[in-house]
């Protein structure tokens, strides 16, 4: 069984850029959420999405995208990038009908 | 939307000793919480979880108690070692067709040797 693996593991952009972040779920799971995890805070839900779709969305910007494929993995795009949007972004993937969330190590975003 | 509060932002005790890390929530319709520990530079770890239709749960040396007519959760971990320094984060789950998870700001436990 493999575990949430998240590429890359580190990224510097400049203000104003584009980037995505991939996420391949753990073996057998639908679900997958994205979260923002800034320095010393919480992990902040940014959207999950099920059966190639969202089906939920935290309070982030339009700006912030994603997608999901037919073998459940999926991307994270973040256009215009902004000096705040620097943090730790982490994949989690689920079962559906199953709450319990099995993490990535996530990629350092740094924007300059 | 749901606030989950937690506390203490830093905890320090010595090693064999417990330690105990309170959340509160917001929304009453919240009915499973998480707590994840987060080791520097790792993924957050799921160490236990608790249903809103149980009231306390163990595991070895880690406990998690509910109280739902308060709202407010907490977690126990006993004879705690060096290893279990780390920060834990609690999390709550509103009910509803997706899982939205909601973190607290955590708790930075150290364990003095």
């Known amino acids: 069984e493999t575990g949430v693996t998240q590429s890359p593991t580190h990224l510097i952009k400049t203000r104003g850029q584009q980037v995505t972040l991939r996420c391949s779920s753990q073996?057998?799971?639908?679900?997958v959420s994205w979260y923002q995890q800034a320095l010393g805070q919480g992990p902040q839900f940014i959207f999950q999405?099920?059966?190639?779709?969202?089906?939920g969305r935290g309070n982030f910007p339009p700006r912030f995208s994603g997608l999901q494929f037919p073998n459940y993995s999926s991307e994270l795009n973040v256009n215009a990038l902004e000096l705040d949007d620097s943090a730790l972004y982490l994949c989690?993937?689920?079962?559906?009908?199953?709450?319990?969330?099995?993490f990535g190590s996530g990629t350092q975003l740094s924007v300059l | 939307g749901e606030n989950v509060e937690q506390h203490p932002s830093t905890l320090s005790v010595q090693e064999g000793d417990s330690a105990v890390i309170k959340c509160t929530y917001s929304?009453?319709?919240?009915?499973?919480f998480p707590w994840y520990k987060q080791e520097l530079g790792k993924r957050p770890q799921l160490i236990i979880d608790?249903?809103?239709?149980?009231g306390e749960k163990k595991d070895q040396r880690i406990a998690v108690t509910l109280n739902k007519t308060a709202k407010h959760f907490s977690l126990h971990i006993t004879e705690t070692q060096p290893e279990d320094s780390a920060v834990y984060f609690c999390?709550?789950?509103?009910?509803?067709?997706?899982?939205?998870?909601?973190f607290g700001t955590g708790t930075k436990l150290q364990v003095i040797p």
């Open positions: 989690a993937s689920s079962l559906t009908g199953n709450e319990k969330l099995f």
């Open positions: 073996s057998g799971h639908n679900t």
């Open positions: 999405y099920y059966r190639e779709e969202e089906n």
């Open positions: 929304d009453s319709a919240s009915n499973y």
């Open positions: 608790i249903r809103s239709n149980v």
């Open positions: 999390a709550a789950r509103g009910a509803g067709g997706y899982q939205k998870v909601t």
